[in-house]
Nanobody, 128 residues
Framework: QVQLVESGGGLVQAGGSLRLSCQAS????????MGWFRQAPGKEREFVAT????????????YYAAALKGRFTISRDNTKNTMYLQMNSVIPEDTAVYYC?????????????????WGQGTQVTVSS
């Protein structure tokens, strides 16, 4: 089993920045890819970004939801078993619960069904 714990959410003004963290523990050697998703009230959970975790590609690979590329940056620190999401120039539409997820797939993954492990989520609220 893998446990994922998100942190770093909170209230931020539009135009500001926030950095989310996702700490992985347990059988972390089974993780090959990780991702961030978000879910706003009344909406389905949507893909934000994904990153390779175990260097299966030989280097850092990332992929973003088209609408978020340029404002959000996904990164990882394997020495700390931690993944990050840097959120810049946030807008009220970024308000959601943000979830991190992990999978054993050796490719970048954008669909919720491709992930096995999920964190409990962290709330991000952007005020206008």
């Amino acid at each position: 089993q893998v446990q994922l714990v998100e942190s770093g959410g909170g209230l931020v003004q539009a135009g500001g920045s926030l950095r989310l963290s996702c700490q992985a523990s347990g059988r972390t050697f089974s993780i090959n890819t990780m991702g961030w998703f978000r879910q706003a009230p009344g909406k389905e959970r949507e893909f934000v970004a994904t990153i390779n975790w175990s260097n299966w590609s030989g280097g850092g690979m990332t992929y973003y939801a088209a609408a978020l590329k340029g404002r959000f940056t996904i990164s990882r620190d394997n020495t700390k078993n931690t993944m990050y999401l840097q959120m810049n120039s946030v807008i009220p539409e970024d308000t959601a619960v943000y979830y991190c997820a992990a999978t054993g797939l050796r490719r970048l993954a954008t669909r919720t069904g491709e992930y096995i492990y999920w964190g409990q989520g962290t709330q991000v609220t952007v005020s206008s």
